[in-house]
């Protein structure tokens, strides 16, 4: 997939009956088959590659190599679409603005139905894969809240960190009143945080962070569970990278939207290679970019690219794809990079 800067099974299979001297065809059925169901294969001993169980070892892969001193990670989850085709749910590693997949699940959008049951399962995968002394972020935009999610992600002694809309009502913990959350977000400029008791119908007892920023078309209120001096609102701006990570599988990297296959399973088994193959470039290419942090969540503004000494003009994810190519074509060992650490700051 790197060398043919493609996931399409056509382009690989060309690409690999090249550098391993067999023939296409042959090559093109077994990444297809690969793809396949078990009954849909040929043969009485065929198996098929079961998705979900690869979903744990793909965030060990990246805990075993995160820094030993970075005890931090942030995972975002979202969902995207492939055209009037595919909807997928999606939960990612966030990483040196790049988002590395680690469970999904792909619906045809004319036969998806609730997102809960799906989500809950995802995130079942993972219950005590992190060591219970990190601290985890896990980010969606608004309109992913729900007070399930919230404490989905508590009871996995993780931290939510979830956007809502200003539509609602809150109370602070010294009052009795609730009063409109659009009053605390009310200018440009304007920033508060505290305890509340948030929604007068399914109340969340919460800290709720809210910000609005110039450049900014609307204010930022986030719940979590962590106290209001343990949390920093520009910690929300990490999310986003995983609207990277939908990039870089579609025309900023692997090509999906040019994909053929019909069967949402299949399609499950295909992410799997994409995940796996940017999980790769990713760590390479983050080496390459080392003079940033891979995570930290330390103070930052929420405008923070304008931080950087050096602006980056190759995302990690290009870094990653030069430099396994550059290696190939001088004859080097192919690099496996690293996640990076030497300084305190979560870019």
Same mark, same amino acid.
């Not at 975002?76 to 909807?87: E, P």
């Not at 119908?201 to 204010?219: A, K, N």
């Not at 080392?290 to 990690?316: G, I, M, T, V, Y």
């Given at each position: 997939?790197?060398?043919?800067?493609?996931?399409?099974?056509?382009?690989?299979?060309?690409?690999?009956?090249?550098?391993?001297?067999?023939?296409?065809?042959?090559?093109?059925?077994?990444?297809?088959?690969?793809?396949?169901?078990?009954?849909?294969?040929?043969?009485?001993?065929?198996?098929?590659?079961?998705?979900?169980?690869?979903?744990?070892?793909?965030?060990?892969?990246?805990?075993?190599?995160?820094?030993?001193?970075?005890?931090?990670?942030?995972?975002?989850?979202?969902?995207?679409?492939?055209?009037?085709?595919?909807?997928?749910?999606?939960?990612?590693?966030?990483?040196?603005?790049?988002?590395?997949?680690?469970?999904?699940?792909?619906?045809?959008?004319?036969?998806?139905?609730?997102?809960?049951?799906?989500?809950?399962?995802?995130?079942?995968?993972?219950?005590?894969?992190?060591? *219970?002394?990190? #601290?985890?972020? !896990?980010?969606?935009?608004? $309109?992913?809240?729900?007070?399930? &999610?919230?404490? @989905?992600?508590? /009871?996995?002694?993780?931290?939510?960190?979830?956007?809502?809309?200003?539509?609602?009502?809150?109370?602070?913990?010294?009052?009795?009143?609730?009063?409109?959350?659009?009053?605390?977000?009310?200018?440009?400029?304007?920033?508060?945080?505290?305890?509340?008791?948030?929604?007068?119908?399914?109340?969340?007892?919460?800290?709720?962070?809210?910000?609005?920023?110039?450049?900014?078309?609307?204010?930022?209120?986030?719940?979590?569970?962590?106290?209001?001096?343990?949390?920093?609102?520009?910690?929300?701006?990490?999310?986003?990278?995983?609207?990277?990570?939908?990039?870089?599988?579609?025309?900023?990297?692997?090509?999906?939207?040019?994909?053929?296959?019909?069967?949402?399973?299949?399609?499950?088994?295909?992410?799997?290679?994409? *995940?796996?193959? #940017?999980?790769? !470039?990713?760590?390479?290419? $983050?080496?390459?970019?080392?003079? &940033?942090?891979? @995570?930290?969540? /330390?103070?930052?503004?929420?405008?923070?690219?304008?931080?950087?000494?050096?602006?980056?003009?190759?995302?990690?994810?290009?870094?990653?794809?030069?430099?396994?190519?550059?290696?190939?074509?001088?004859?080097?060992?192919?690099?496996?990079?690293?996640?990076?650490?030497?300084?305190?700051?979560?870019?």
């Amino acid at each position: 997939m790197v060398v043919a800067r493609s996931c399409g099974q056509s382009s690989v299979a060309h690409m690999m009956a090249r550098l391993i001297c067999q023939k296409e065809n042959t090559v093109r059925q077994r990444l297809r088959e690969w793809c396949w169901d078990q009954k849909d294969k040929a043969g009485k001993k065929r198996t098929e590659v079961a998705v979900e169980t690869c979903f744990e070892p793909l965030l060990r892969w990246i805990l075993q190599d995160w820094e030993t001193r970075e005890r931090r990670i942030a995972l975002a989850m979202d969902a995207t679409l492939l055209g009037d085709r595919y909807v997928v749910l999606a939960i990612s590693v966030v990483y040196r603005r790049c988002a590395i997949p680690i469970a999904w699940k792909v619906f045809s959008v004319d036969r998806q139905a609730g997102w809960k049951a799906e989500w809950l399962r995802l995130f079942a995968f993972f219950e005590g894969v992190i060591p *219970a002394d990190w #601290t985890v972020l !896990v980010l969606a935009d608004r $309109g992913l809240y729900a007070d399930w &999610l919230f404490r @989905s992600i508590t /009871d996995l002694h993780w931290h939510p960190f979830l956007r809502i809309n200003a539509n609602g009502k809150y109370r602070t913990e010294d009052s009795s009143q609730f009063l409109p959350l659009s009053n605390l977000a009310s200018s440009v400029g304007c920033h508060w945080s505290g305890r509340v008791t948030c929604f007068k119908h399914r109340p969340l007892i919460c800290t709720l962070l809210v910000g609005w920023e110039e450049g900014y078309t609307d204010p930022w209120l986030i719940l979590t569970d962590l106290q209001p001096n343990q949390a920093n609102l520009a910690w929300y701006s990490l999310r986003s990278w995983i609207e990277c990570c939908f990039k870089h599988t579609k025309r900023a990297g692997w090509q999906w939207q040019n994909t053929r296959m019909t069967d949402p399973h299949r399609a499950e088994r295909h992410w799997l290679a994409m *995940a796996v193959a #940017t999980l790769w !470039v990713v760590r390479v290419g $983050g080496e390459v970019d080392a003079n &940033l942090s891979p @995570s930290s969540f /330390d103070p930052l503004p929420l405008l923070h690219s304008s931080k950087r000494s050096q602006p980056r003009l190759l995302s990690c994810f290009r870094l990653g794809v030069l430099a396994i190519l550059a290696a190939l074509l001088n004859h080097r060992s192919l690099p496996l990079g690293s996640f990076y650490l030497n300084h305190d700051y979560f870019y």
